[in-house]
T-cell receptor, first 116, second 111 residues
Framework: DAGVIQSPRHEVTEMGQEVTLRCKPI?????LFWYRQTMMRGLELLIY????????DSGMPEDRFSAKMPNASFSTLKIQPSEPRDSAVYFC??????????????FGEGSWLTVV | QQQVKQSPQSLIVQKGGISIINCAYE??????FPWYQQFPGKGPALLIA?????SEKKEGRFTISFNKSAKQFSLHIMDSQPGDSATYFC??????????FGAGTRLTVKP
């Protein structure tokens, strides 16, 4: 399997612009997660989906952030309008239907976002 | 959101030495405790994990020690190698889905 695929890998954008990050989870995985990583706050869970349905979005920092999962093989995280403090690495991850021992979250390589 | 406290923030160990990273949690509902290893420019990858019904799990040079009563767990890396240099994250999850990460420990193993 190709693993979790994220795009773009790197993006530099100007403050106020819309940013869309994309994710293709591992085929057959029922859970999809969006994390944000910064030096100050570490890895933060933003939102996760089960079978394309958002389950917990309590980690989404504010209304400027939104996430969708229109089907089992695609998800987006959108920031509109973007601000410099949104600069971070955004990770998408997926997990199989059952997270028993040995099954866990598989991360993509991340999307490095810089807002100037 | 930080429900798992991890220390130290950074660690320097000589080759062949033992690296020890500690984590503590508050939420007794957590029932799955993995450790992740992250190399620069990559996403975190599962290293080893434990459930609270056992006190220790060993996989090669990596061992998790778990103290349920103290709500603490630790990662021990025996015979540390320069290739082990990475950032290590402890994590805790409940309902098998909602996983919370520690702040990370940057390990440097000197040759």
């Amino acid at each position: 399997d190709a693993g979790v695929i994220q795009s773009p890998r790197h993006e530099v954008t100007e403050m106020g612009q819309e940013v869309t990050l994309r994710c293709k989870p591992i085929s057959g995985h029922d859970y999809l997660f969006w994390y944000r990583q910064t030096m100050m706050r570490g890895l933060e869970l933003l939102i996760y989906f089960n079978n394309n349905v958002p389950i917990d979005d309590s980690g989404m920092p504010e209304d400027r952030f939104s996430a969708k999962m229109p089907n089992a093989s695609f998800s987006t995280l959108k920031i509109q309008p973007s601000e410099p403090r949104d600069s971070a690495v955004y990770f998408c991850a997926s997990a199989p239907f059952s997270m028993s021992m040995g099954n866990t979250i598989y991360f993509g390589e991340g999307s490095w976002l810089t807002v100037v | 959101q930080q429900q798992v406290k991890q220390s130290p923030q950074s660690l320097i160990v000589q080759k062949g030495g033992i690296s020890i990273i500690n984590c503590a949690y508050e939420n007794t509902a957590f029932d799955y405790f993995p450790w992740y290893q992250q190399f620069p420019g990559k996403g975190p990858a599962l290293l080893i994990a434990i459930r609270p019904d056992v006190s220790e799990k060993k996989e090669g040079r990596f061992t998790i020690s778990f103290n349920k009563s103290a709500k603490q767990f630790s990662l021990h890396i025996m015979d540390s190698q320069p290739g082990d240099s990475a950032t290590y994250f402890c994590a805790a999850a409940y309902n098998n889905n909602d996983m919370r990460f520690g702040a990370g420990t940057r390990l440097t193993v000197k040759p």
